[in-house]
């Protein structure tokens, strides 16, 4: 497996004046299932759109599979993109929708039957063959966009915000099937999201983006884990996270005493890292609310608020009433600036 | 409201909207020799002459001609200009939408009159061919209008699906952009031919000895000849525009575009 089959290289990327993304670099393996994950305006789309060749970057150079595509106009890339709005054909029916590309190459009108058969049935939409999009729920024309690019055995299938306009249940569905076919084809795939409970359950790797720039890259479990900067941190879900001074942490309403020297300038702790009802200090609940398995408070202290999570089995503590807490050293997580 | 006062307001409306339309077809059905309403008795006779009128047949065709080809003329310049207003982002396209706008705001007695001053005099243009560039000048703003709505009612990311698919910049615009803006450009092919042919004000200016279009032959006809005959023609005409926009609706639910 090489490390790189889609390279980015000091790719930068502008709209007019402005550069979305000022100096990428990029490494995407053969065969894997990558996330771009970032907040909305970080890049993430704008450097798909330049890996489709929708964008040509104002400087660097983008290589696929070995080859120099950066001139490389985006019809003769051989690049699959499922849009976010499906960008469906609403003048053909799904099995024109799925023959389009594989017409465009003048394949026999036999192969180009057989392929789209074949790709409509990868997809579960066997017996759809005659329907208008419009005819279509928003994931059977989810799964027709997939199917289209599919067909066309792209060396890189990009997708954007694929699940965002899907409901919970056809999300969770189309999660597993854009897995099972990632693992069925083998193909290379890039999708963007802003959703880091997607990029984690879906991705083999996660690239998280910031102004343009990467900000962290790794499994979705290091990411979690060890998030490296305080943003990555507050995207994978510390709630809090706070600046550190020597054994002190400092917010604009205070300062909490620790028991240890701060190891870098910011600290974070999950809501469940937090220790309730055992500690040095004191905060009031200023919100509770049952988790199932457990219990979150959100409590103010003399740092600001603090989200903590306490196990069901203790008593539930009631609004206004104080409570102690911790911020134990074992479960901080150091942030870089 | 009352029920009273609906059917009062109705009745009003399509007395006032359908009421010159009947009195037009009566009028040509009379069976007297003067253009008149109430009829003087009944007859086909006038809408038989329609036919054989030798000037209405050279203006009828004239009329059609420039209706025809001069909204084709009008949308073929009209539809890569509503694209272009529509997929490009270009200094002063507002500017751009209005000017192409200006032939149905200014009147036409003074597009005709300007015309003919400044075009088809100084040029020696035949009158033809005069009333062809007028009536796709006219037509233009119909048809940047009518597909600029349909444009807008496409999604942008449509044609880039079709170039990642391996179409070039103008496959994707025949293959994906046209079909889906059909409607609209039938629709403004309706509205254009429709516009031609009942154009009175420029044609005026420009129409010559022998050229001219069935409007204002119909206007030059009553001066000399009062015969039911012309009333019997505009019932005709109506019903033709009727005919016409009734099948378009029909075919393409013509009234979604305009």
Known sequence: ?337 | MSRLAIWTILGITLTFLIGPFLIVILAGASAGEALAFPPQGLSLKWYAKVFTVESFRASFALSMFLAIFGTLAALLLGIPAAYALHRYDLPGAETIRTIVAAPVIVPGIIVGLALLRYFVVPFDITITMALFVTHTALVMPYAVRVVSSSLNNLRADMEEAAVILGCTRLQAFTKVVLPNIRGGILAAFILGFVASFNEVPASLFLSGPGVRTLPIDMLSYMEITFDPSVAALSALLAFMSVAIVFIAERLLGFSRYV
Not at chain 1, 55 to 84: C, M, Y
Not at chain 1, 181 to 208: N, P
Not at chain 1, 236 to 243: D, W
């Open chain 1, 1 to 337: 497996m090489s490390d790189a089959f889609v390279s980015l290289e000091d790719v930068t990327l502008s709209y007019g004046q402005t550069a979305a993304v000022p100096n990428l670099n990029l490494n995407i393996r053969e065969g894997e299932l990558i996330a771009l994950l970032g907040p909305s305006g970080c890049g993430k789309t704008t450097s798909m759109r330049a890996i489709a060749g929708l964008l040509a970057p104002s400087s660097g150079r983008i290589i696929i599979d070995g080859a120099d595509v950066t001139r490389t106009p985006a019809n003769k890339r051989g690049i699959g993109l499922v849009f976010q709005s499906y960008a469906l054909f609403p003048h053909l029916s799904a099995f024109e929708n799925v023959a389009f590309g594989l017409r465009l190459k003048r394949l026999r009108e036999t192969e180009i039957r057989a392929k789209t058969e074949a790709g409509m049935a990868t997809v579960g939409l066997t017996g759809f063959e005659a329907r208008k999009p419009g005819e279509m729920s928003g994931g059977q024309q989810q799964r027709l966009a997939l199917a289209r690019s599919l067909v066309m055995e792209p060396k890189v299938l990009l997708l954007d915000e694929p699940l965002s306009n899907l409901d919970a249940r056809l999300r969770l569905e189309m999660r597993n099937e854009l897995q099972r076919v990632q693992k069925d084809t083998g193909i290379t795939m890039v999708f963007v999201t802003h959703d880091q409970s997607e990029a984690l359950a879906l991705a083999d790797r996660i690239v998280l983006m910031r102004d343009g720039r990467v900000e962290q890259l790794g499994k979705p479990a290091e990411l979690y884990a060890e998030p490296a900067t305080a943003f990555a941190a507050d995207f994978m879900g510390f709630e809090n996270i706070f600046r550190a001074e020597g054994a002190a942490l400092v917010s604009e309403q205070g300062r909490l005493a620790l028991d240890f020297d701060a190891p870098a300038p910011f600290l974070a702790w999950r809501p469940s890292g937090v220790t309730v009802g055992d500690g040095r200090h004191s905060g009031r609940v200023v919100a509770s609310s049952f988790a199932g398995a457990h219990r979150e408070y959100v409590l103010e202290s003399d740092l600001g608020q603090i989200k903590a999570e306490a196990p069901i089995e203790t008593p539930e503590v009631p609004i206004g009433n104080s409570i102690v807490f911790d911020l134990p050293q074992s479960t901080a997580r150091p942030l870089a600036a």
